[in-house]
């Protein structure tokens, strides 16, 4: 393809067309509209650009413009003869610019919308019992309904003698041991960066990944709740008490925002639902052994 030296933008444009390339990536698309475009992004049923009518062909030696108006002119009675405007057949890079940009604007919806965000998806499954997600039960045996059934802002029940583990992109990684049951909260647009997770009763472990730097994880219990910054936890959900493990790094745990500990790893913070003092206590030998093998299922997770 030739360069050419007579089609330039002035400086103006140039800057008119990059703050509107730049304003692009601050557009929301709703959830129809990503969903759409995923779809025909990935099946290649994006539509095309219209064909440009086909021109007349012109005798040796005369321009497309003359031939159409002479084939025309052979249907009708004579008439003076009239000039014919041609549309330029190679638009300047001007023009191509500003055309581009509806086009540009969808693919950056696509990257940066709808391909951008990690899904939640499941990772492991061990042992044999049900699995209900949303309302659906489902064999843990089943493999390919369970990894239909993982969403964003789901309610989990999972059945006694049951492990699984779900990850989401480099982020994190969860893991609980039946009978657990959990809610993984749909995440906010506004707070894009925080994630949360309720416990209802049960063991849920959490790991955080290479990308969650930046981020922060709350998991909640009916006792108070866990802030998380980026390392290995487990907590323990009963009717009388919720007990937060840290393996790993430093969680702040408390019932609310005047009463957080920094719980430091090799410690755990014990929460009452009579309303007791709460004790920061090192971890027991069995919660330790159940998140070092929790780390153990999940060691190349993130490789």
Not at 23 to 31: H, Y
Not at 152 to 166: P, S
Request: net charge negative; aromatic share 6%; charged share 25%.
């Amino acid at each position: 393809m030739s360069e050419r030296d007579d089609i330039h933008l002035t400086p103006e444009e140039e800057q008119r067309i990059q703050a509107s390339v730049r304003a692009l990536g601050e557009v929301r698309a709703d959830d129809a509209f990503r969903a759409r475009l995923r779809e025909q992004f990935l099946s290649g049923t994006i539509p095309a650009a219209a064909e440009p009518a086909p021109e007349i062909a012109a005798p040796d030696g005369a321009s497309p413009g003359l031939a159409a108006a002479e084939a025309e002119a052979a249907l009708e009675p004579a008439s003076p003869p009239q000039i014919v405007a041609l549309p330029s057949r190679r638009p300047g890079r001007r023009a191509w610019a500003l055309a581009a940009l509806p086009a540009l604007a969808a693919v950056l919806a696509f990257v940066f919308l709808g391909g951008g965000e990690p899904e939640w998806r499941l990772q492991g499954v061990r042992g044999d019992g049900r699995v209900v997600i949303a309302g659906q039960a489902v064999d843990a045996s089943a493999r390919t309904d369970l990894s239909r059934l993982v969403t964003d802002g789901a309610r989990y029940e999972v059945g006694e003698g049951v492990e699984m583990d779900l990850v989401l992109g480099d982020i994190m990684v969860v893991g609980v041991h039946g009978p657990t049951t959990f809610e993984l909260a749909a995440r906010d647009a506004a707070a894009p960066d925080r994630f949360e997770a309720r416990v209802e009763g049960g063991e849920f472990r959490f790991k955080s990944g290479p990308a969650f730097r930046g981020h922060e994880m709350v998991i909640r219990t009916s006792e108070g709740d866990a802030h998380i910054t980026g390392t290995t936890v487990a907590v323990y959900k009963d009717p009388d008490v919720t007990c937060v493990c840290v393996l790993e790094g430093t969680a702040r745990i408390g019932r609310d925002g005047e009463h957080m500990d920094a719980v430091p790893a090799g410690m755990r913070k014990v929460m009452f639902a009579d309303g007791s003092a709460p004790k920061v206590i090192p971890i027991e030998p069995g919660h330790r052994d159940g998140l070092i093998e929790f780390e153990g299922y999940n060691r190349d997770t993130f490789r």
